[in-house]
């Protein structure tokens, strides 16, 4: 076997599948725009992520009157957008931001977060939902026959109503979602395709006339929250693939980006289709990604049980090692499961997931000892929601024999434990998040 031949004759059906690929993509009608959104803030003493916040909100406010739909009952203008930001902390941090945030008297917002630190019976039942709505393959306009976006629409008075979905990296695969605009806190290139696929995902010949193309509809943030916070530090990274080994010479979109491209079109060719002439991981997002993976993939001069030319050349294979040293998803922090029970008829609490095999909860509640603080919303924020879920409702309509033997796996929630942060928060409609003892993600 001659590895040099086989790796040549493979380069060479690669670069023609990936050609004839790249050749297609461009081809296609244009449905997705970006522009960048300045988010420079230059005051030190000013509060950073309330500044972030605002911007966010005036830019939710400049995309959906220039992406939105007609609601032909009451003539009143209607969009869905999505936010997509890098961690969970900020994503509800800044849904409570927009609960509470004046928008004015011609705009009222109804808002939701969704990502993965969410009681699983809680995020199911989101989960129904926003499958439902979001399935808009017979047309834009299907959104106006849901029950809870139609009861919202005749309740406000406002001419403009904006529902947002507030997301991280849940929402960028398996979700087959349609959204009439998004906006975007960048940690990689990869994310940002992914999330770009969301928009207009079922309604795209709307936009291959002219008259549509005359606004982008994606926004990405100038810098992510991190990167406004430590500037000259790693910040597209968990997530991301910058490191100690790849650090980025400047966190500014405009630098990392180019800016003419996405403005004329976002599709995966940046992705498939690896730069050559001027190609440079230090300064440029998408070269970063593609020298990472060649990294990973083909760096034939790897060896070891943690590569995988290890893998495919040695015997690495028969042994654990490799699953023991590459672990999938690992986090140097502690990981614990929690069940929210019922504590009495009208109070629940947390209760740890314990060692048997049952892994049944143990007996005493567990929020103190963690430090979770339960947080209820305010009568208005809860106005503001864009669904209601009722848990002691959900949790006796699914779990009616539930008994000290028997727990249900639906009332599941999985927390870090930080070795530094000794307080938690909790909000039902929000989920669960650390309080941030530095203010950083």
């Given amino acids: ?79 869905i957008g999505v936010i997509r930001m890098a961690n969970v902390p900020p994503c509800i941090d800044l849904t409570k931001f927009l609960l509470r945030n004046d928008f004015g008297n011609d705009f009222e917002i109804r808002t939701m977060a969704y990502h993965s630190s969410q009681v699983l019976l809680m995020r199911n039942e989101q989960e129904k939902y926003l499958d439902k709505v979001l399935n808009r393959k017979n047309g834009a306009e299907s959104i106006f026959s849901d029950n809870i976006i ?5 309740e406000i008075d406002a001419k403009n109503i904006i529902f947002v ?13 349609c959204f ?49 916070k430590i500037d000259g530090k790693l910040s597209f990274n968990k997530p991301g693939f910058e490191s100690s080994e790849h650090i980025l ?46 990294e990973l993939l083909t760096n034939y001069d790897q060896q070891g049980a943690n590569t995988l030319e290890g893998w495919n050349q040695g015997f690495w294979w028969v042994t654990g090692l490799p699953q023991a040293i590459v672990r999938f998803r690992y986090n140097n922090e502690e990981e614990r499961i929690l069940y929210l029970l019922p504590e009495n008829d009208d109070n629940f609490d947390f209760y740890e997931k314990g060692a048997n095999d049952q892994g049944e909860p143990v007996k005493n509640p567990i929020r103190n000892t963690l430090g979770i603080n339960v947080e209820d919303l305010s009568e208005n924020e809860i106005k503001r929601l864009w669904i209601y879920r009722d848990y002691k409702k959900l949790f006796e309509e699914n779990v009616q024999n539930y008994t000290e033997s028997f727990f249900p796996f639906c009332a599941e929630i999985k ?27």
């Fill in 1 to 79: 076997m001659n590895i040099e031949k086989d790796r040549d004759f493979f380069r060479g059906k690669y670069k023609k599948f990936i050609t004839k690929r790249c050749n297609k993509l461009s081809k296609e009608p244009v449905y997705r725009r970006a522009k960048i959104i300045d988010c420079m803030v230059d005051n030190e003493f000013e509060d950073i992520e309330n500044r972030y916040f605002q911007i966010i909100s005036e830019s939710i406010i400049d995309f959906h009157l220039h992406h939105n739909n007609i609601d032909p009952k009451t003539g009143k203008t209607v969009s």
């Fill in 150 to 154: 139609r009861k919202h629409i005749n």
């Fill in 165 to 177: 979905l507030v997301v991280t990296s849940i929402e960028e695969v398996g979700r087959d979602h």
């Fill in 180 to 228: 009439d605009w998004g906006i975007i806190e960048p940690s990689s290139f990869r994310s940002i395709i992914q999330l770009s696929g969301r928009v207009i995902r079922h309604i795209q010949n709307k936009y291959t006339n002219e008259k549509c193309l005359n606004y982008p509809n994606i926004g990405i943030l100038q810098y992510n929250l991190k990167g406004l």
């Fill in 249 to 294: 010479e400047s966190h500014d979109m405009y630098d990392l980006v180019n800016i003419e491209e996405i403005s004329k079109k976002i599709d995966s060719i940046p992705r498939i289709m690896k730069n050559e002439t001027d190609f440079n991981p230090n300064k440029n997002l998408i070269d970063l990604e593609h020298e990472c993976l060649h």
């Fill in 415 to 441: 927390i870090i434990v930080y070795k530094n942060i000794k307080e938690y928060r909790y909000i039902d409609q929000l989920g669960l998040t650390r309080i941030k003892m530095d203010k950083m993600y």
